[in-house]
């Protein structure tokens, strides 16, 4: 009886096998399929456009750094008419020991915030490599000898010390105020 039954299961799945695969006949179905794929292949092809010719980069070297901006009016006058006038008393005191903010030029700094302390004003100075650091009126930075001679909640107040090109110094006066 067993044996009968399997055999029974056996001849049922055979038959179900065999109605999928008539089922899917390739010349019933597919016929539109075929249709359309002759069809897309007699159209008529198109053409690739060719690449565009690569241009390699020339690079331009500015020579011109010495002469006149190019964006300000020239400026004429007689050198025999200039009067120089040079203060001897102006120099930077080269004895003293230097602080660290002078090892950096003073456009590399930034000034991030101020706190009042013993109401005195100190100004918080990025360096630009992640260190902040602390001044008040008669610290020095910058490399042209800049001292601080005013600090105010937004900016702090610079005189540096600068060569004039005929052998003396010029005060300079600077303003480093606060990034917004």
């Known amino acids: 009886m067993m044996f009968l039954i399997s055999r029974v299961r056996l001849i049922g799945i055979c038959c179900f096998a065999l109605g999928l695969v008539s089922g899917c006949s390739v010349e019933n179905n597919t016929r539109d399929l075929s249709a359309f794929m002759e069809e897309v292949n007699n159209r008529p092809r198109g053409a690739i456009e060719p690449l565009p010719i690569f241009q390699s980069y ?5 020579k011109a750094a010495r002469l006149r901006d190019p964006f300000s009016p020239p400026v004429e006058f007689d050198m025999k008419k200039v009067k120089v006038q040079t203060d001897h008393s102006i120099a930077p005191d080269m004895n003293r020991p230097k602080e660290y903010l002078e090892g950096f030029n003073l456009a590399a700094l930034k000034m991030v915030g101020s706190i009042e302390k013993n109401s005195s004003v100190w100004a918080l100075i ?5 260190g902040i650091y602390t001044i008040t009126n008669g610290n020095y930075l910058g490399r042209n000898h800049g001292k601080v001679i005013n600090t105010l909640d937004g900016y702090v107040e610079i005189v540096e010390i600068v060569p004039d090109g005929q052998g003396g110094w010029l005060e300079r ?5 606060v990034d917004e």
């Not at 006066?173 to 105020?177: S, V």
């Open 58 to 62: 020339e690079s331009f070297s500015y």
């Open 126 to 130: 990025n360096d630009s490599q992640g």
């Open 173 to 177: 006066p600077q303003r480093l105020a």
